[in-house]
Nanobody
Framework: QVQLVESGGGLVQAGGSLRLSCAAS?????????MGWYRQALGKQRELVAT???????NYADSAKGRFTISRDNAKNTVSLQMNILKPEDTAVYYC??????????WGQGTQVTVSS
């Protein structure tokens, strides 16, 4: 069983910054996983924000490029998302994600990010 616990969401003004963190626990080989962040705005489908492999390779949505930075600490089983120059359209529930090499995915409970204009 894998558990993902997010923290760091909140309310921020446009142009501001937030840092999301996610701690993973469970009896799996974390170094063989891809971790990432997805988001779901009200009335919209969940979408990829960014992912990072165990070796540090990253993938970003176009909307996140140049503003968001994903990082992970394999020793602590954590993944973080630094979000800068936030925009009102970044408002969403952000979900931590962990994908095993088998393709199985696990999700956190989500953390709300609200960007006011």
């Amino acid at each position: 069983q894998v558990q993902l616990v997010e923290s760091g969401g909140g309310l921020v003004q446009a142009g501001g910054s937030l840092r999301l963190s996610c701690a993973a626990s469970g009896s799996i080989f974390f170094s063989g996983t891809v971790m990432g962040w997805y988001r779901q705005a009200l009335g919209k489908q969940r979408e990829l924000v960014a992912t990072i492999g165990s070796g540090g390779s990253t993938n970003y949505a176009d909307s996140a490029k140049g503003r968001f930075t994903i990082s992970r600490d394999n020793a602590k089983n954590t993944v973080s998302l630094q979000m800068n120059i936030l925009k009102p359209e970044d408002t969403a529930v952000y979900y931590c994600n962990l994908q095993l090499y088998t393709g199985r995915m696990y999700w956190g409970q989500g953390t709300q990010v609200t960007v006011s204009s």
